[in-house]
C-alpha cells in the first residue's frame, strides 16, 4: 500500500471535519470530498433546530487545537447551539484554516468506493492494491486512489418511509409534495405551508417533538392550525423519555413539554398505530393502518428517522448486520432492541473494521437503523480510527468515553414491554471484548431474564427480591458509560 496516498474521508460535517482534523494531526493527508455546496449542508437542512447537546459535546478535540492555533475563540461551552450555529461558529471556521482548506472540496459526490482493478469477488492482493474513490462534481466524473476511506456521510440524504413495514405506504410516493420527511422550518420559512392546516406528524422520536414543539407554537398564533400525532408504540410513556433524569436536560426537557401538549390536548394522539396505506379524500389526506384512521390532514410531517445509504460501498467487503446495518461488531453495543437504557459501550477502530482492511463507516451512518447517535461517540470514533490507519493501534484501543445517558431504563416500561418480549434490566456489564458482549446480549445481563413468576427485571432482581431485600438497585440506578471499553449494569 502506498502510504503517500491521501485518507479520502466521505462527508465534510462534524464527524467528517474532526477526522480530517485527527489526520492532520497524526501527518496524514485527508482527502475531503462533500457532496453538498458547504461544509455542514446536511446539517444547515435543520439550521433552525436547537441541539440537546452543550458546545462541549460539539466541538472535538483536535479541531479545537487546529482552530486555536489561528485564535479561534470557542462559544460557551454550557450554551445549546443550533445546527447552523455549529456550522457558522464551528465547521465553517474550522474549513477554513490553512492546513484544511487546500484538502477540502464540495460539490463533489461520491458514487463509488472499491479496489483498484479488484472487484467484490476477487482475492488476489486485496489488501496491497489502494482503494478507487469515483466522484462527480461540477466538471464530471473523476477517481483518486486512497490508502483507507473514511465514510462519515451520515443518512440525512435517505429517509425512513412512513410505511410501518419499512417500504412506502401505499400513497405514499405520489403523495411526497405533501410530505416533509425531517424537520420542517415551520415558524421560519415553512411557516406557509403549515399555518392554518390540518398537520398529520408520524414518528416518535425527538425529531417528531421538535416538530410537534414548533406547530403547537404555531397554532397559538394562527387559527385553524390542528395537530395530528401517529406512533407506533401502544403508549407515550417510553416515547416521551427520562425527563428530568435524562442527562441531556434540554432533551429531558422537550419530553416533558410534548407531554404537557398531550394532556392539555393541544396534540390529538393516535397510538398503537401502524400506518400502511394514504388515501385521498374529499376532505383531505386519511392514514390506515389496522382497522384505524387518522382525521384528515392538509400536510403530513414524516420524522421516522433515517437509513444508510450503502450503495457507493457495494463493491467492497463489509460486515453488516442484516437487521440495523450496522457494523457486526458495533451492534450489540447500540442496537435499541437491546439497549433500552440508552448507554453506549465506548468504541473505535475494532468495532468499526471489516473485512476490507482500510474502510470506516463512522458517524450516523455507522450506527445503521439505530437512532441514538451523539456527535462526541463520533468524534471518538474517528480519534480511535485514524490512530489505526496511522498504525498505531495501541492509541486506537484505547477508547474512554464517559456519554449522557440518553434516557430512562426499560425497567420502568416492564408491563408495555411484556407483549413483546421479556428482556434483561440493562446493557451488558462490564467485558473484555465484543464477543463477550454477544454473549451476554444474548443471556441477558444480571444473570439474564427473570423467571416467568417473578415480578423482577432480571434473574439477580429476583433472588434479591426472595431474600427480603427490594431488589438489584438496577431500575433505580440507570447504567452509565464508566471507565475505558465497560459500561455498569446493576450496582
Known amino acids: 500500500m502506498n502510504l503517500a ?24 493527508t485527508p482527502l475531503v470530498l462533500e457532496a ?27 479541531a479545537a487545537a487546529l482552530l486555536a492555533k489561528h485564535g479561534w475563540i470557542a462559544p460557551d461551552l454550557a450554551q445549546f447551539p443550533s445546527g447552523g450555529d455549529v456550522v457558522e461558529r464551528y465547521l465553517k471556521p474550522l474549513a477554513s484554516l490553512p492546513a484544511l482548506l487546500p484538502h477540502i472540496r464540495t460539490q463533489a459526490r461520491v458514487t463509488f468506493v472499491t479496489k483498484q482493478r ?29 490508502q483507507a476511506v473514511i465514510d462519515a456521510s451520515g443518512t440525512i440524504d435517505s429517509p425512513n418511509p412512513i410505511g410501518a413495514s419499512g417500504v412506502p405506504a401505499i400513497g405514499e410516493s405520489a403523495l411526497r409534495d405533501r410530505i416533509f420527511y425531517g424537520m420542517p422550518d415551520v415558524l421560519g420559512i415553512h ?8 398537520v398529520l406528524v408520524v414518528g416518535s422520536g425527538h425529531s417528531a417533538f421538535n416538530v410537534l414543539n414548533d406547530l403547537a407554537r404555531l397554532a397559538r398564533q394562527v387559527p385553524g392550525t390542528r395537530i395530528e400525532w401517529a406512533v407506533r408504540r401502544p403508549s407515550l410513556r417510553r416515547v ?53 384512521q387518522t382525521r384528515p390532514v392538509d400536510e403530513i410531517v414524516a420524522s421516522t428517522g433515517f437509513r444508510p445509504d450503502l450503495g457507493i460501498l457495494s463493491e467492497l467487503r463489509i460486515a453488516l448486520d442484516p437487521g440495523t446495518q450496522a457494523p457486526v461488531a458495533l451492534v450489540p453495543l447500540i442496537d435499541p432492541n437491546l439497549h433500552s437504557c440508552g448507554s453506549v459501550r465506548p468504541h473505535g477502530a475494532e468495532e468499526l473494521k471489516h473485512p476490507d482492511a482500510g474502510i470506516y463507516i463512522v458517524g ?47 425497567t420502568q416500561f416492564a408491563e408495555e414491554d411484556a ?32 423467571p416467568d413468576d417473578a415480578d423482577a427485571c432480571c434473574v439477580r432482581d429476583a433472588q434479591a427480591k426472595a431474600e427480603g431485600e427490594s431488589g438489584c438497585g438496577c431500575a433505580s440506578e440507570p447504567a452509565v458509560a464508566v471507565e475505558s471499553r465497560a459500561v455498569a449494569c446493576c450496582k
Not at 191 to 198: I, L, N, Q, S
Not at 246 to 270: A, H, N, P, S, Y
Not at 398 to 406: A, Y
Not at 433 to 438: C, D, F, I, L
Open 191 to 198: 411557516r406557509e405551508r403549515y399555518a392554518g392546516k390540518r
Open 118 to 146: 479488484r472487484d467484490r469477488m476477487k482475492d488476489t492482493q486485496r489488501n496491497d492494491v489502494p482503494f478507487l474513490v469515483r466522484y462527480v462534481d461540477r466538471v464530471g466524473e473523476h477517481e483518486v486512489l486512497a
Open 5 to 28: 496516498l491521501p485518507v479520502v474521508v466521505i462527508g465534510g460535517g462534524p464527524v467528517g471535519l474532526a477526522a480530517a482534523a485527527h489526520l492532520i494531526e497524526r501527518g496524514l
Open 364 to 410: 450516523m451512518k455507522s450506527y445503521g437503523r439505530a437512532p441514538t447517535f451523539l456527535l462526541l461517540t463520533g468524534y471518538e470514533q474517528v480519534r480511535s480510527v485514524v490512530a489505526a490507519i496511522a498504525g498505531d493501534w495501541e492509541a486506537a484501543r484505547r477508547v474512554e468515553l464517559v456519554l449522557p445517558e440518553t434516557g430512562v431504563c426499560v
Open 240 to 292: 416521551l423519555g427520562g425527563g428530568e433524569h435524562d442527562q441531556l436536560k434540554e432533551r429531558g426537557r422537550l419530553g416533558l413539554t410534548i407531554g404537557k401538549l398531550v394532556e392539555d390536548g393541544m396534540l390529538q394522539v393516535t397510538t398503537d398505530f401502524h400506518l400502511d396505506r394514504l388515501e385521498i379524500t374529499g376532505d383531505g389526506i386519511v392514514a390506515h393502518g389496522d382497522g384505524k
Open 419 to 450: 407483549a413483546e418480549t421479556k428482556s434483561s434490566c440493562c446493557g451488558p456489564a462490564p467485558v473484555a471484548n465484543a464477543s463477550a458482549v454477544e454473549s451476554q446480549a444474548a443471556g441477558g445481563c444480571c444473570g439474564g431474564p427473570a
Open 36 to 62: 453538498g455546496d458547504s461544509v455542514g449542508a446536511g446539517m444547515l437542512r435543520w439550521a433552525h433546530v436547537r441541539m440537546f447537546s452543550p458546545w462541549e459535546f460539539a466541538i472535538d478535540r483536535a
